[in-house]
């Protein structure tokens, strides 16, 4: 049996939590818009054609932020499409998925959702096949108050207060040709520069978000992040990350420490932004936004050919069912971001419902939590207070894709009344017992312990079995001077809540 020690010390503080780590996307692609969060038909929806019983799964979901409305939907998108009488929105083509947008769902209506499930809006505009001019358009009907063209045409239109939106997406995966209007990094950095400075004009208090790279395995990682920040820097706040993992070729081992390899690719970009920010002699430093983050199966939709040659409104697209395996890896991805919560202040798990989802919905039918809901709900729900750095001592084991990686890896946080420990093993075949030094947290007793595991790593939730997998209560965790004790199952993830 794998053993493991791990240290955790209340003043070897990373930062605060931050509330946005918690964050997902909306993009109209597929079925996460029509039928996922809006069917006018359903039993369930509401006068907007919301549906309700996807709203409290959100909320539990613990979401905070909502980037939208892509994604690569975003650089063919005209935003003044989707408001005004929905009778009169026109029908347009959407080239990223090859489908049809019908307009039904705009952005007056999506902040009406955002309300209900309590989350901030985070707006991408389209800087690839547009430019200035209607990126400021956007945000004078978005944000402006009243007595202007598109202030007072917001209100006409119903929305009598402005949406107030803080943090703006310059773009969407520029670097990717994949993107309609994709660009080089030199051109890129240009126009995200215009279009921040012009933005910051009319509010300075805008939070901007650079497009970083779509990967780490991107060509011209590095480079793309350094050039576009040496044109931006003065008027961005944040670079972008993207990053989705899958097990490939039957390397399960890999696959669990994918988490190594979001290590790897946020210190890289930060390093880079700080290059940058020693080059211009600036005191400003830049954050990390991760705003696509998830397990994918990429390979097998590109080799799938799934977009066809019919154009249809909403098709399925990209409807993976998550496993337990991938359950561990978005619980650890997710540990990984809270690990570096002194830069990565925002992130978004790409997306929230039926396309590569934590919510699934049938159409007309019941809506349902995957796998990997429960590790980011739980953590949402129990992450407060500040991120504690923990050392750990463990076996390390070998892998293919990502070099060396410890069997145990684990983050805390703390306030002062409560502290949780998040933990995963990624042994295959064998249980680690697991002692956790707390004495310097001042907790005397384990509130919670949860633990999401299978005898079937492959297991699923389904339209079938929608239970299928689910956290169990985890009765081997004990606290006893000082020292917690846990056994954690081959291929696990669990959460200690301590207070």
């Known amino acids: 049996m794998p053993r493991a020690h791990i240290e955790l010390d209340r003043k070897a503080v990373v930062a605060p939590v931050r509330r946005r780590t918690f964050g997902s996307f909306v993009e109209h692609l597929g079925r996460c818009v029509y039928t996922g969060i809006y069917e006018p038909e359903h039993p369930s929806a509401n006068e907007d054609g919301f549906r309700m019983d996807v709203v409290d799964l959100v909320r539990e979901l613990g979401s905070t932020t909502v980037r939208y409305p892509g994604g690569n939907f975003v650089s063919g998108f005209r935003w003044e499409d989707s408001i005004g009488p929905r009778d009169k929105r026109p029908v347009r083509r959407d080239l990223a998925w090859h489908s049809l947008e019908s307009n039904q769902v705009g952005l007056d209506e999506f902040a009406r959702w955002l309300k209900l499930t309590g989350s ?19 945000l004078e009907y978005a944000n402006h108050p009243s007595g202007t063209a598109l202030s007072d045409l917001r209100i006409a239109n119903g929305t009598p207060e402005p949406h107030n939106v803080r943090m703006w997406c310059l773009g969407n995966e520029m670097d990717g040709p994949w993107q309609t209007g ?26 901007l978000v650079v497009c970083g790279s779509s990967g780490s395995g991107m060509p011209t990682f590095g480079d793309w992040e350094r050039t576009v920040l040496e044109h931006s820097y003065e008027h961005v706040d944040y670079v972008s990350c993207h990053a989705y993992y899958q097990e490939l070729d039957g390397d399960l081992g890999s696959f669990l420490a994918s988490a ?32 696509e983050w998830n397990v994918w199966y990429l390979k097998e939709h590109q080799e799938s050919q799934e977009v066809g040659t019919e154009w249809r409104h909403a098709p399925r697209q990209l409807e993976d069912v998550y496993t337990v395996a991938d359950a561990v890896v978005v619980g650890n991805l997710l540990m990984t971001l809270l ?8 992130a978004s798990l790409a997306q929230l419902v039926n396309v590569i989802a934590p919510i699934m919905t049938e159409p007309g039918g019941p809506a349902w939590r995957q796998t990997t809901f429960h590790p980011f709900s739980i953590t949402s729900r129990l992450a407060s207070g500040e991120v504690i750095r923990p050392v750990i001592e463990a076996p390390v084991y070998e892998t293919a894709r990502h070099g060396e990686a410890s069997v145990v890896d684990a ?40 633990t999401l595991a299978d005898s079937d790593v492959y297991a699923r939730n389904t ?12 009765t081997s965790a004990a606290l006893a001077d000082g020292l917690v004790t846990v056994d954690l199952p ?10």
């Open 339 to 346: 690990r570096h919560s002194d830069r990565v202040t925002s």
């Open 411 to 450: 983050v805390a946080t703390a306030d002062e009344d409560r502290a949780a420990v998040f933990l995963v093993n990624r042994d295959l075949r064998e249980a680690a017992q697991v002692t956790i030094d707390v004495r310097s947290l001042g907790s005397s007793r384990v509130a919670e312990a949860l």
């Open 182 to 207: 994709f660009m080089t990094a030199d051109d890129y950095g240009k126009i995200a520069a215009r279009t921040a400075a012009a933005m910051k004009m009319a509010d300075k208090d805008l939070e």
């Open 463 to 474: 339209l079938a079995e929608q239970d299928r997998v689910s956290p169990y209560v985890n």
């Open 120 to 138: 901030e809006l985070m707006l991408a505009v389209n800087v690839a096949t547009r430019g200035i001019l209607p990126a400021l358009d956007l």
């Open 260 to 291: 190594v390899d979001m290590d790897f690719f946020i210190d890289t970009v930060v390093a880079t932004a700080d290059h940058v920010g020693g080059k211009k002699r600036s005191r400003k430093k830049i954050d990390v936004s991760f705003d």
């Open 490 to 499: 081959p291929v696990s993830w669990t959460a200690i809540a301590l207070h």
